[in-house]
């Protein structure tokens, strides 16, 4: 069986093939370093955070982001303004290059796949060899009712090549993936 | 969609003057195919995976109605309404009834081959509903007023020069000459769509019975915004695409975007379990599901045909098709083209309204060698050729070919009937295609002759 550094290392070559980023981030310390990195250029109203307890106690969420946006409530302006979605990521798939994102624990579909920008914090215990492991863990009940109304696999930023085969990036969704592996206990 | 199978030889005499045409399928198929050919490499079952695919939908197929109405129970358990839709008029009522109701305006629709069969769009438009296709290739060609030419890159047959004007005309942007601004034209303009729309109408991949999860693959994001972002949201599948649960989801996840684009995965895949929860943040208020017949239950009844219903709808065969590509998927006058086409479009609109359609084959087996289920579309092909036969053959026709059985079942009367045909031509030679000549001896005489002892 392989070891979670080698589904990592796994992981990490079939994003960098699918033109994601991938960073690893030792500690909290390195994490705030990288997002602040990534996020420099856009005012905090930019940027949107997903609806998870981990994320909502990182200094950089508190300090550099702007209100939550939730589009039920009308704030289709919001939404269109946004220019960077961070996310957790439930499950990551290390054959495919997948991060696998729950509707239940998200809190909101959008900001994976609105934004032009998506960041993803991946702790690495969820590092998963393939969709093979994962079905079984989602048939579980408790999995199952954590993951809400909708199951999405991502494997690299939104594509198309309907214009002539030529592969274009950022089709509907984001065009560019950047993807940050935790690799210290995040309690979650 | 206008249906023009009746067409097909003309259309072929046309398209096969057209080299440009050509160009792009030649680009594109090989490319399709050299991609799914690397990526089969890699894939641990190899081909061994397409056989327990064709296994599982074997299963599915003789136990259909069992699956169907699980199916129904479990997405019902989640609070999705089922409608099962005998024809495209009862799906497409369904739907003009739920948009007179809830008032709704705007529609915007994911990529699904089921609609463009049962010609949903233009049933939505005359009732005056906004509608937009949101996948790039199918936003092309509805603006083009054009039947897809591909069943996954339905605008691979327009250059990009086409594709500048066509914004340009029709949406009143500048010539763009690169695909990432063209591309871009297209996200910002279908994006006010997503937001304004109040439905929205996707296919399914798959669909399955055990807990009544729902599965669309796509690339582009289209697909999540469709069923994100409108508060409704309506999936118009096929009573085929039913699978038993996630254990065989695995198995055609594996298959289909490796044969389809050479991915090993598509970029988006979503599993839609009902409508959005009320802790969720979006996610649609309500979840339709249409499981729409249209002829299916009729090839379903068919023993012989019934893997026809197997197709997971990749493409793989268009790609591999000597005649496909010579031909393109206009030319075969309706939703489907390519082997699959060939296949089911005659199933579905009748054998003698389609019937050049099964001819167009040279039946030499690349399509079965590439379906990731292992329809064998050559033997089917024949047997339809055989039926169309029976069925309209005209009464000198059939007696050719009944002559010619009789002929073939006694090798006495072939050698005879050649020994006539050789003589006649030596006494009428303008009578036959000149530089046509006869061997001193037939075959026959030449092994009694020469054979050893």
Redesign the interface.
Known sequence: MKSQTDLLKQLEQ?LLYLQAKTYRAHSPGELEGLLDALGAPYAPEKIAVE?RPFLRDLNWVRSRTGPGV???DNH?EA??SIALGLTGVDYALA????LILF??T?????VS??PRIHVALLPLGRILPS??EF?PL??TPDILAS????????????????????L?M?????KELHVITLLFPTGG | MKIETEHFKQKADQAVQDAAMQGALARATQRFSLSRARVFQDLPEGEDLRTEAHGIKAEVMDHLEVYLEQLKTSAEALGVKVFRAQDGQAASRYIQDLIRVKQIKTVVKSKSMTTEEIDLNQDLGRAGTEVWETDLGEFIIQLAEEPPSHIIGPAIHKSQEEIARLFADRLGVPVYETPEELTMVAREFLREKYFQAGLGISGANFALAQTGTLVILENEGNARFCTTFPRIHVAVMGIEKVIPGSEELAVFLKLLARSATGQKSSTYVSLIRGPSRSAEGDGPEEVHLILLDNGRSRILRDPILRPSLYCLRCGACLNVCPVYQKVGGHTYGWAYSGPIGALIVPQYLGLLRARDLPMASTLCGACAQVCPVRIPIPDLLLELRRRIQEQGAAWGEKSIIRFWAALQKHPRWVQTFFWFIKKMAGLFPKRFPPGLTFPEKSFHQWWQDEKPD
């Open positions: 079939e609806d939730n589009h039920r289709w939404v269109r054959d495919t290059g997948t509707a239940g998200s809190k909101g579909r959008w796949l609105a969709m093979d079905f989602l048939a993951s809400g109304s909708a199951v999405t696999f991502i494997t690299g930023a939104s594509r198309t090549a309907d214009i002539e085969l030529n274009v950022g089709a509907h969704g984001p």
